[in-house]
């Protein structure tokens, strides 16, 4: 991975209002989180659109967080089918899934979809001891232990679409789920409709008909990224 020296202390200030809003860091003030800086000596990095920032198999000696920009988390088969795993955006980390086990390698590729910039935080620095014996690291460890915990869920979540045979039934379950989200009918898509179909294992223009049918038999409205459910107990019995 490209990376580039350590910013000075204006930069620093700048990431520790920028991590400030990332989960690693939840609970910890912004000028804390400066200090912690200073301790966790983290490498800054940026990457053009379509750059690999992590590539699956290479050797995993950092946690990353996306401070801007936009990146994919893909998997790749042996045949060359690409799934996406998750959209990353500022604040969210990728690696951490693999932070506490002896897996020395990266478990997937993580690519730029735009201008973006990744902090690299060392394995060792942030699960081994303290040597200034920080008082907020016991604060970042259960931090972590909460985002795997979460993260876990996700993926189970996934598993779940994968499982769901027909594409309709795997779209209804997803607008029904980003309803209960939303707390409202209407509401966006939380990411690009190439991006929707690669988490939900289908071709894209197999998706975008299926949905054009959707909406002609009166189940949805939709426009660009915005969704609206017209018949929302139609589509509960077609996720079923």
Known sequence: MKQIKQDGLKKLTEKSRLLSQCSLFQGIEPVVINEMLNCLEPKSCRYKKNDTIALAGEPFESIGVL?????????ETAAGHRSMMALLRPGDLFGEIVVFSKNSAWPATVIAQEESQALFISRRKLTGQCEQSCTWHRTIIE???????????????KVEYLTIKSMRGKLSTFFLEQHRKAGTT???????????????????????????????EGLI????????????????????
Do not use: C, Q, W, Y
């Not at 931090?143 to 979540?157: C, G, V, Y």
């Not at 289908?202 to 008909?209: F, I, L």
């Open 67 to 75: 401070l801007k920009g936009e990146a994919l988390v893909i998997k």
């Open 143 to 157: 931090n972590m232990l909460r985002i795997i915990s979460e993260k876990a869920m996700m993926l189970n979540k």
């Open 186 to 216: 209407t509401f966006r898509l939380p990411m690009k409709r190439n991006e929707l179909a690669d988490f939900l294992n289908v071709s894209r223009p197999s998706m975008s008909r299926e949905m054009a049918r959707m909406r002609e």
């Open 221 to 240: 409205d939709f426009h660009l990224e915005t969704v609206r459910i017209i018949n929302a107990e139609a589509l509960r019995d077609m996720g079923e």
